[in-house]
């Protein structure tokens, strides 16, 4: 993975098989982001999303493998109890542009992913809603 930082905008390339949850993080924490959004696309040949059953407060996973495109990753950067927290979801399509997606669990590049990290100034913590079953904002 490589980055340049511009002001409060990252832009960075997470190489082939490297992880991107995991990049992200690195480039939080080596950046100190406590607020920001995320947006990329790429490719991806493993990667898992979740989908939450609100009646259940549950996440399912579903995992894939084999070629796909990027065509969504969006999400934020932000800490719960102080500490780095993203919520990032992502949208891939196969080769019959059959699309599938949810909250990214894991996706590891298969060629490259290119990814732009807008900072914005100030924090939102989270806490987690016994209601909602779920880690949400706290202003």
Same mark, same amino acid.
Request: proline letters at 0%; a negative charge.
């Given at each position: ?9 990252? $832009?960075?390339?997470?190489?082939? &098989? ?19 959004? $995320? ?11 979740? $989908?939450?059953?609100?009646? %259940? ?17 969006? &999400? ?16 891939? &399509?196969?080769?019959?542009? %059959? ?14 992913? %290119? ?6 100034? &100030? ?17």
């Amino acid at each position: 993975m490589e980055y340049r930082r511009s002001g409060n905008t990252i $832009v960075a390339r997470i190489d082939k &098989g490297e992880e991107i949850l995991e990049s992200i993080k690195e480039i939080a924490l080596k950046e100190d982001i406590k607020l920001a959004n $995320v947006n990329a696309l790429g490719a991806t040949n493993d990667f898992t999303v979740g $989908v939450f059953k609100t009646e %259940e407060k549950k996440y399912y996973a579903n995992e894939f493998s084999g070629n796909f495109e990027i065509v969504s990753l969006t &999400g934020t950067i932000n800490t719960m109890n102080d500490a780095f927290y993203t919520h990032i979801h992502m949208s891939a &399509g196969n080769d019959k542009g %059959e699309v599938f997606g949810g909250h990214l669990n894991r996706a590891v590049v298969s060629a490259t992913c %290119e990814m732009v990290i807008n900072i914005i100034d &100030g924090r939102v913590d989270r806490y987690f809603d016994e209601e909602i079953g779920l880690n949400l904002f706290q202003f």
